[in-house]
């Protein structure tokens, strides 16, 4: 059995007034049979949540490409990853927001990618082992579509050993911030 180590990093997020002047993260340790929707409650823990909503992962290759989303449970449907786009879309995206610098193949597994998105993922039924199997590069993480919390997650650490119990943050750096800004619940 392998167990893993993803370092977590909160994202700044002005309109909430989270401006960190150092870096935000947490290092969880979770084991290969473990569901993405286990990972979401050690990330909601983790930053001391409490107010349930709305999340989603997205799958990404090592250039950041959008591979596949694992939506919240009560917002699957098993239908595509996201809305297709057309050529015209896609040709508009590309020259507004995508470096000079990436390659042409990466553009080539965009422009695939989004004009045929591959169906979500289940994240009470996909596993952190799934996603390695796909070769996954990194994670993002949004949690409370409104508010946007977003997280960009990293493997740090592979494990030849089993995790006894559920996951766990293992290392940290910084205050998580209030889930509301002060005054709004």
């Known amino acids: 059995m392998t167990s893993y180590v993803f370092r977590v990093w909160l994202q700044p997020n002005p309109p909430l007034e989270f401006n960190p002047d150092d870096e935000v993260w947490r ?86 990618l989004q004009s045929n998105p591959p169906t979500e993922g289940n994240v009470a039924d996909t596993t952190i082992g799934d996603l390695d199997s796909e070769g996954m590069g990194v994670l993002s993480y949004t949690f409370d579509m409104g508010d946007n919390w977003e997280h960009y997650i990293e493997l740090q650490e592979t494990r030849e050993e089993s995790l006894d119990g559920a996951p766990a943050v293992v290392d940290e750096q910084g205050t998580a911030p209030p889930q509301y800004p002060k005054g709004d619940d």
């Open 27 to 112: 290092d969880i340790e979770i084991d290969e049979s473990h569901t993405l929707a286990e990972f979401h409650e050690a990330i909601f823990d983790a930053f001391e949540r409490w107010d349930t909503h709305g999340y989603e992962f997205i799958a990404r290759d090592g250039e950041g490409i959008a591979l596949r989303s694992y939506p919240h449970p009560q917002l699957y449907d098993g239908g595509p990853s996201w809305p297709p786009m057309d050529d015209e879309e896609i040709d508009r995206f590309i020259d507004q927001a995508v470096p000079d610098d990436v390659s042409e193949n990466a553009k080539q597994r965009f422009r695939e």
